[in-house]
């Protein structure tokens, strides 16, 4: 594939594409769990100036280690506590994580190579979503992806000195994704960098890791944190690497079991709109090299590999937890399709084109998952956000197609790419539509002049950490302890175990306020009728004062 973009062509695209990616990440309302969890515990963490223990409403949260709420945290004390600022720290990581992939492009392949690469990581639906949501999954995959791009970096260079660093970079990349989320961050690269050894038999790679030093870096960055925090929470060591790590992994105790096939269908969506070069890519990559020395392709297709096979083992699965493998996939079909025949690019440009036609006339059919919480009018309100967004992807399949046709296959690849791109990126801006259903600012924001802090607030069986968000404040939980159960054990404070303890405190407040799911407040009251007024209503939601 012979390059057609001129010298300024790459910086007017990064700047593109840096617009698209950053312009709309406070857009919409944060939604329930996740990104009320994770936009949260920062914002606790400012208000009580306690950097060292997480909490979430108050109570410890050891799920996960500290680093991405330490940068949430500092963007909150920079921008304000708002959405942007929030999902800044994912939508940074995805960025950078796409320069990644050029940067490593550039140096185990060739420049065409690098910037498909770039391109099918920036336009691949899966890894568009979650660099715009508020979870820990991208930064994860950014410090991951930096860990296996340094080490196969490193172990290219012949030169010592410059292989020394990369590697050292190598290892403090892991220690970063060890800090994001936790062991699976060296567990996984090691596990690849294991498996390459086996297979190929380069016991003279082993040398070349450099573990003393690596390992003295690895644990400078990670141990300072986990031994502070363990020494002032004793209950932090058995929580975090015994039920966190193996119990997540062997049982089903989180309730996430999916069957062992789970990620096929993730994955195949996931790269969309670039599932045509996929699995030529993938052979691609394990055919052998006749070249001595390091093989970077087969190493990145074991490191996918081991990615892959090790979440569908897990008891635990959810989509974006193989996003890690995708920066290294992308760079994979970018350098495929660099050498591909133009009918390859041209069947994945006539994919997308029906497939975009599909979402497009599919979307109509959006009101059929409407339900209770869920009202018709909020799915309605979505549906010309879907139809926007496939046809995005088919205007992006044409365009691609006329340029293949026309033998411009960097061009082809470049526009498909936006295309995706806006797929995704449409298709998450338009959720803001249903976000009354999956968002508490809506209801907090009819009662935003009736707010006091020292008014008691209730959230009686029911959970929803975007509610602390918005309220900017912790709640007193009753009955449902959701994901804190051992946190509150831990320290029960004011938990209120059901509701006639509920009923009693309400009776001895002078004002307070709560928050009921709809369906569950005509039923308490027939049960406790104590005096309460409704301030605030929606389709899942009940908000009530003492009058």
Request: glycine share 8%.
């Amino acid at each position: 594939m012979k390059s057609t973009i001129s010298r300024r062509g790459p910086w007017i695209l990064l700047a593109l594409f840096a617009a698209g990616w950053f312009c709309n990440l406070g857009y919409r309302h944060l939604v329930k769990p996740d990104e009320g969890r994770y936009a949260e515990i920062p914002r606790e963490m400012v208000a009580s100036g306690d950097w060292l223990t997480p909490r979430l409403n108050g109570y410890k949260y050891f799920e996960k280690p500290a680093l991405q709420y330490w940068a949430t945290a500092m963007l909150f004390s920079v921008f304000g506590q708002n959405e942007w600022a929030a999902r800044l720290w994912p939508g940074l990581t995805g960025f950078l994580g796409v320069l990644l992939v050029f940067w490593a492009g550039e140096r185990l392949f060739a420049p065409p190579a690098a910037l498909c690469g770039a391109a099918v990581a920036a336009g691949s639906a899966l890894y568009v979503v979650v660099g715009h949501i508020l979870t820990l999954d991208m930064a994860l995959t950014f410090f991951m992806s930096a860990s296996v791009f340094a080490f196969a970096v490193a172990q290219g260079d012949a030169e010592e000195s410059r292989r020394r660093r990369w590697m050292l970079v190598a290892w403090a990349s892991a220690a970063l994704a060890v800090m994001t989320k936790g062991l699976v961050g060296i567990v996984l690269p090691a596990g690849a960098v294991a498996a390459y050894v086996l297979l190929h038999r380069d016991w003279g790679l082993l040398p070349r890791l450099y573990l003393i030093r690596g390992g003295l870096l690895f644990l400078a960055i990670v141990a300072p944190w986990f031994i502070l925090v363990s020494l002032a929470n004793p209950e932090f060591f058995r929580f975090f690497f015994i039920h966190e790590h193996f119990e997540r992994f062997l049982t089903r105790e989180h309730d996430r079991y999916q069957p062992l096939w789970f990620f096929l269908p993730v994955l195949l969506g996931g790269m969309m709109p670039w599932t045509v070069g996929l699995f030529p890519a993938l052979w691609r990559a394990w055919t052998p090299s006749a070249a001595a020395g390091f093989h970077p392709q087969r190493f990145l297709l074991l490191w996918c590999a081991v990615v892959f096979a090790f979440f569908s083992a897990s008891n635990s699965k959810l989509v974006p937890y193989i996003l890690p493998l995708f920066p290294a996939l992308a760079l994979l079909i970018g350098k495929y399709l660099c050498s591909a025949h133009r009918g390859v690019v041209l069947a994945q440009a006539g994919v997308a084109l029906l497939l975009g036609i599909a979402a497009a006339l599919g979307s109509t059919q959006a009101t059929r998952f409407a339900s209770e919480g869920l009202p018709p009018s909020l799915v309605e309100g979505y549906v010309p956000w879907l139809a926007a967004a496939g046809l995005s992807l088919a205007a992006a399949g044409i365009v691609s197609a006329g340029f293949t046709l026309a033998r411009r296959l960097l061009p082809a690849t470049i526009s498909l790419a936006f295309g995706g791109f806006l797929f995704a990126d449409v298709a998450l801006t338009g959720h803001e539509r249903l976000s009354p259903a999956f968002s508490a600012y809506h209801i907090v924001h009819q009662i935003r002049d009736q707010l006091k802090p020292d008014v008691p607030f209730y959230v009686v069986n029911t959970f929803d950490h975007t509610l602390l968000f918005y309220l900017s404040r912790t709640v007193t939980m009753v009955g449902n302890k959701d994901e804190l159960a051992a946190s509150i054990a831990w320290e029960p404070r004011d938990f209120l175990p059901d509701a006639a303890a509920f009923a009693r405190a309400w009776q001895g407040d002078r004002e307070a306020l709560a928050m009921f799911n709809a369906n569950d407040f005509d039923v308490f009251l027939k049960s406790h009728p104590v005096p309460m007024q409704i301030v605030a209503r929606d389709a899942r939601r009940v908000i009530v004062k003492k009058p």
